[in-house]
């Protein structure tokens, strides 16, 4: 690792943390912009019951003062007590919600590079064929459509109609239909970069090279154009990470999916702060942890590219 590699890991890790900080306050001083107490819409509650309440948690201090202590908590792994869900703390709430997020989430990312990887590239060694035409048709018709309307789509068909699968979540088999739902747009629009990368490739001087040589066509491909092909998807992979944590939170809520997603629209329906505050930090921090990851990757795979 050179000194300006590791200058580049340093000044973009502190651009993340900075940015953490940054979301960290503005969700914390929005939060507490709102007047309404978090215990006002509960009934049968006085006002002296309110103001223990408060006190308990930490709502009767200065606003600054609050934010200070929640900054320190945070530091260490504490996101504070649920003001919805009496007795739980906010970060095991969350870290039970993101276990399956997670699976849906990493599982989709995965299944959509791979596969958007693989028909891209089918797609550019055909071009212009039956093949090509219908992968391009295809991935267009996924990319003009969002993932709440895939889901609802597969929801209809697949789960109430053929009864193909469970139409909740939490069933056995139940993970499935979420997460083609995820995986759909972001597979197309990989499927649409990388074919476009295939065929810049395809084109360059020393893939004409080794052909005059007799290399041999597989060897061409997977050794010399794939390689070079994939700079592309590996700097989409940290936003469309982003995309699909986010998305995934509408797309919880359509198949009852016991995630991050329907534990926040809980929490707002329960006017939980705290609970909103820690799964909107939790979500952005893993949002810029994957684009960090992404810009680091995309380094590592193309060493040529100019770190600034």
Do not use: C
């Not at 009767?60 to 739980?88: C, E, M, R």
């Amino acid at each position: 690792m050179n000194a300006r590699f590791l200058s580049y890991l340093v000044k973009r890790l502190l651009m993340a943390l900075l940015t953490i900080f940054l979301v960290i306050a503005i969700t914390f001083f929005v939060m507490h912009a709102i007047p309404a107490s978090p215990f006002s819409s509960e009934k049968a509650k006085s006002d002296a019951v309110i103001a223990a309440l408060e006190a308990k948690y930490g709502f009767d201090k200065p606003v600054v003062v609050q934010f200070w202590n929640y900054l320190k908590n945070i530091a260490h792994g504490d996101f504070g007590l649920s003001t919805g869900w009496i007795g739980n703390t906010v970060i095991d709430l969350i870290l039970g919600g993101f276990s399956y997020s997670a699976r849906i989430g990493f599982t989709a990312g995965f299944l959509a590079i791979i596969f958007g990887v693989v028909l891209g590239s089918v797609a550019a060694l055909r071009r212009g064929k039956f093949l090509d035409k219908l992968i391009q048709v295809t991935t267009t018709a996924l990319v003009s459509m969002p993932s709440f309307v895939m889901a609802t789509i597969l929801l209809l068909v697949f789960a109430l109609q053929l009864n193909w699968f469970p139409s909740l979540g939490n069933q056995p088999g139940g993970l499935f239909l979420p997460v083609v739902s995820l995986m759909l747009y972001p597979m197309a629009y990989v499927t649409k970069l990388q074919r476009s990368s295939m065929l810049d490739v395809l084109g360059q001087d020393y893939i004409r090279t080794a052909r005059a040589k007799g290399v041999r066509n597989s060897r061409v491909i997977f050794k010399h154009a794939l390689k070079n092909t994939l700079t592309p998807v590996i700097t989409y992979a940290g936003p469309m990470m982003a995309y699909i944590l986010t998305g995934s939170m509408v797309v919880e809520n359509i198949f009852s999916v016991p995630g991050l997603g329907r534990l926040f629209t809980n929490s707002m329906l329960r006017t939980d702060y705290m609970m909103i505050m820690g799964v909107t930090i939790f979500l952005a921090t893993m949002i810029i942890l994957m684009n960090f990851i992404g810009d680091i990757l995309y380094k590592v795979v193309d060493p040529r590219i100019d770190l600034g």
